[in-house]
């Protein structure tokens, strides 16, 4: 009650000041406009019901919702320290921003790491170093069944689709791949002109919407796939089974993000929410999954084809090795989402506590398909977090044959880790749809930008492979990347892991496989 007179009284008393200096100047009446606001905004605070800060503490309430508004701003320029920042650090954010630039990326006085810290990694150099390979190596994707083989980059622009980012932005990464030479992925978002403009390899994605290629009643389209397929750019087609940052669920592109290009490109009313489902309409078992990946490399004129999974049950995964060695046919590249991957939004449950982080993911698949007796003809693409050199050195490490980056890639087009890209507010033109917005970010410039971050981040791969006495990825082995497991204990990737030898579980799986290889079924997904 007390408050309620108290901000009545600056009410009444504003006015009256207003009242008065009405009289005497137009200057005093200037003045005491700021009280006669204020007292309204009291008044306003104490009379609504829906913010209980804001009924106790009038007025002052404000300053909490404003400071909270800017929080991440605050964490992220003025708290976070140099190596700790969440989802990337600001030294990480920074040497992609100098090498997409053309500055300098290199750091003085040391590393601010703790090297002793549980959980450190580090490269084993060599004592006979090598030269760096004037040309970086390139992988050969195509098995046995796809007629129309691709060289792929080691560093390539992962999944991101038109509609989650700008225009702009698309048009900028796809020109940085046509200017570097390297691959840049569609999305499950459809196959644009942003994509096709600029004459970059294309790896073109499809996910459970079948976005691009869909019936009216959601279905894939076998005939619009095809002719879409046939395009000169689109270099691969991918399938997209689930993704980093959300396995199990389906996307979401807010209604107000739904103009009538972005419709007209995914094949969906336009102003409408679309929703990606969890799960594919095309099949349900694995050997469906295999026979659906095989029909699409027919469809595609033999283009190398493959699918996209954050992976989870070990056994689900085996039953699809089963399927391939029994129906004889086998996808071309798999790529391995890792759950620290990235999206424009996904519930805070799945996003932290769902799917399999990519070292795991990583060595699960490569063991999988060795054991099987497959690897050799099925690349794997690494996708999660890398953003430099020793990430992708790491993952080639692993079981990678190449890595796809999307918000390193992001930060080369202007992106300054506002996590606003599913609100249609970001602050740099990346993922929104506003013109306004979308405008500010300029596709010449940042079209440079991407190349150059590509091709130093390869760069610095392979120095630091030179630098561990290997000139070709195919060199690289576990013993050469070790983990500190406490202040006194360091082990080689060698030892922490099991890796299995070609054909191991067609013969005599391990105690460690056993269960899971003979669960594993190929006609059902089983949980």
Request: glycine share 10%; charged share 20%; hydrophobic share 40%.
């Amino acid at each position: 009650m007390t408050r309620i007179v108290l901000v009545a009284l600056t009410l009444a008393a504003g006015l009256a000041a207003a009242a008065a200096a009405a009289w005497v100047s137009p200057w005093w009446l200037l003045a005491a406009v700021p009280l006669v606001l204020l007292g309204a905004l009291g008044t306003w605070d104490l009379l609504q019901r829906r913010h209980t800060v804001l009924r106790n503490y009038p007025v002052l309430g404000h300053a909490r919702y404003l400071l909270e508004r800017i929080r991440p701003e605050l964490q992220q320029y003025f708290v976070e320290r140099n190596f700790d920042g969440r989802p990337f650090d600001r030294d990480v954010r920074s040497i992609v921003y100098e090498r997409a630039k053309g500055t300098d990326a290199e750091q003085p006085y040391g590393t601010e790491q703790d090297v002793y810290q549980p959980g450190y990694e580090f490269l084993i150099p060599s004592m006979a170093p090598r030269a760096v390979p004037e040309t970086p190596p390139r992988v050969r994707i195509g098995g046995p069944d796809c007629s129309r083989p691709y060289d792929m980059a080691l560093l390539n622009v992962s999944a991101m689709s038109f509609g989650s980012l700008s225009a702009n932005a698309i048009l900028a990464l796809n020109g940085g791949a046509a200017a570097g030479g390297f691959a840049h992925d569609t999305g499950e978002g459809g196959l644009s002109e942003y994509h096709l403009r600029p004459g970059g390899d294309l790896v073109w994605e499809v996910g459970t919407g079948y976005f691009g290629c869909r019936t009216q009643d959601g279905d894939f389209d076998a005939g619009e796939f095809a002719d879409k397929a046939a395009h000169d750019h689109v270099k691969c087609v991918s399938l997209k089974l689930s993704q980093g940052a959300k396995p199990g669920i389906g996307g979401v592109l807010p209604g107000a993000k739904v103009n009538a290009e972005i419709a007209r490109v995914r094949d969906v009313p336009a102003g409408q929410t679309v929703i990606s489902p969890p799960y594919h309409r095309a099949f349900s078992t694995p050997r469906e999954l295999v026979r659906f990946l095989a029909r699409m490399r027919e469809l595609s004129g033999g283009k190398p084809t493959g699918f996209k999974l954050c992976p989870g049950s070990r056994s689900q995964f085996l039953a699809v090795c089963k399927a391939m060695l029994e129906e004889g046919t086998s996808p071309d590249f798999i790529i391995v989402d890792g759950a620290e991957g990235g999206t424009g939004a996904a519930p805070l449950e799945f996003a932290d506590h769902v799917g399999t982080p990519l070292t795991e993911g990583l060595l699960t698949v490569h063991n999988a398909l060795v054991g099987a007796g497959l690897r050799d003809r099925i690349r794997i693409g690494a996708s999660g977090k890398i953003a430099t050199g020793t990430d992708l050195v790491k993952r080639l490490v692993q079981g990678a044959d190449y890595g796809n980056a999307a918000r390193a890639m992001m930060f080369a087009v202007g992106c300054i880790q506002a996590q606003r890209c599913h609100t249609n507010t970001c602050p740099t033109g990346v993922t929104t749809q506003d013109p306004r917005r979308a405008r500010a970010l300029d596709v010449g410039d940042k079209t440079l930008r991407v190349e150059r971050l590509q091709k130093a981040t390869v760069a610095s791969a392979l120095q630091l492979m030179a630098s561990m006495g290997v000139t070709d990825p195919a060199q690289l082995r576990p013993h050469m990347l070790h983990r500190r497991i406490d202040p006194y204990t360091e082990r080689s990737y060698e030892q922490l892991y099991e890796w299995l030898e070609p054909g191991r579980l067609l013969a005599e799986p391990p105690q460690s496989w056993a269960a899971d290889w003979h669960a594993a079924d190929p006609d059902r997904f089983t949980v």
